[in-house]
């Protein structure tokens, strides 16, 4: 592995005209050549420069250092460096932006690194690339974690194999702690989530924000409380949800607090919970414009908290997430198993309820069935109004394939237009068929629409039948008993290693019977396969793990259980019941 090394003295030609070759100090260090010693590096330069892990490049362009290898920063051009060494870098630099991810690209390489390039001339071996850092932090980090992709990445773009060396670079060193970051510098494109209507100042450079319900909102994603379709399965969801807006839209007195604090929307995948959340968001930016309202995921939450502690600007992250009348989280299911984030989200949460100010939580199941969510969190979700969206029914369904074939017609989205009105039985036909998430409406619709674009035919129930006969066998669900096994842990609140292992506790042993009868009843796997599979448990174990739930389920039997959330009772056909919507879900 190469190391990073360090030369104290000056190289290159001194005032009286001879080469100046001094002491060295090596770092864990192979020999360095001489054409690899940084310039005017005090012993001091890099004292304490590992604090500041996030360097930033000198003004002005990079010079060449010889006919056959030029130096570049990889986000600015150099004029002077030859041209077919400029390019080769820039080649290199984009092979390792494509290998790496551009978030990691732009956090390691794009403002911290300066490259020079040497390829082999006649007569020698290997040519050689220098990655100049700022500090021995960088240098280390990236020579353990992406040396392999800057390999593959200059073999790409040059296809020659050259040694990588490493050395501090005392003008990034210099830069990293006087260079002021600018709020203006670009941002990467195909931003994932919705932030504050105001840019978050923590790394602005690669937070990724939009403006929702404005022109900066991702195209054909301004969701609104009008354009959802309510019906029996979400109506109470939808109610609660309009509530939570018509209070926001005017401030909230001192000594009031909100109706329901927090609102939490739970539900399956593509039901609408993201709908509602960016509708209360919508509907306080049109009409409380001064509000300062937030949106955003659980993983957007959970990055943007490490990055506030990489960065050591936890109070700038803190300012912004709790300084609002609206904090609207997606996803919070995504905190489990992180117990540092779960503890700082729950000081969030305190700070902002104590405020008296409104919080909309959404996820794919109820508190009480997150697995290894913090007790504190649980407790504090479901003192709020906790509410579950259905599947929507077959009335329900129709009603959104027509709002979404009007849509289309309308061109207000990016599908093709079609050649006419989608019938009204193409309709039933397709809601019929489809008891699934909208998504799967809204894709066999879709389908439908651009067949008949593409082909210039009227759109008839034949014709979609046999559009969608592929689609439809496709959206069967599909079962597999990890997912059987990943249900059952959530709802009896153990893991799915407890599931596989000889505990024999009356939790554990419940759960695993219900796996057992589950996959024997959903899956094509035989006893003896099901029984390898939870840890290597006879064909005998499944038989009497299914005729035992099948007694308690004929009994109606009630069952006993302790969760984390404490000991649960339930009759045995509402737990398959509940078991069966979460594996299907």
Known sequence: MYRCCVSQEPYGPAAGGQSLVGSRVWTQGVFMDERFRTTGLAGSAFEGAHAQAIGTPPEGSCQAQSNSSAQLHPDVPAADAGTGIQSQINAICQALAERMGQQQYHIWFKNSTRLTLNLPQPGEATGYLKIGVPNLFIASWIENHFLDQINQAVLTA????VKITFAIDPELCQNSKSRPKSAGEPRPAGAKYLSTRRT???????????????????????????????????????NAAKQVASEQQNRIPAGQVPTFNPLFIHGGYGLGKTHLLQGICNEVAKNRPQANWLYLSAEDFANQFVLGLKTKRLDAFRRKIRQTDLLAIDDIHFLANKPSTQEEFLHTFNTINLAGKQIVLASDAHPKMINQLSEKLINRFISGMVVKIEPPDFQTRCQICRQYAARLASGNSKSPGCAGPVPENVIRYIAENLHGSVRELEGALVKVVAYSALQNEKITLPMAQAVLAEHLERCDPIVRISDIESAVAAYFGITTASLHSSKKDRTVSLARHFSMYLARKHTKMSSCEIGRFMGNKNHATVLLACKRIEELLKQNADLHWRSPAG???????????????SISA
């Open 158 to 161: 040059t296809g020659a194999k």
């Open 567 to 581: 000991n649960r009772l339930a009759k045995a056909r509402v737990v398959l019941t509940a078991l069966e919507e």
């Open 200 to 238: 978050m100042d923590l790394a602005p450079r690669f937070t990724q924000t939009y403006d929702l319900g404005s022109v900066g909102a991702p195209p054909g994603r301004a969701l609104t409380l009008d354009t959802f379709v309510v019906g029996p399965s979400n109506e109470l969801a939808y």
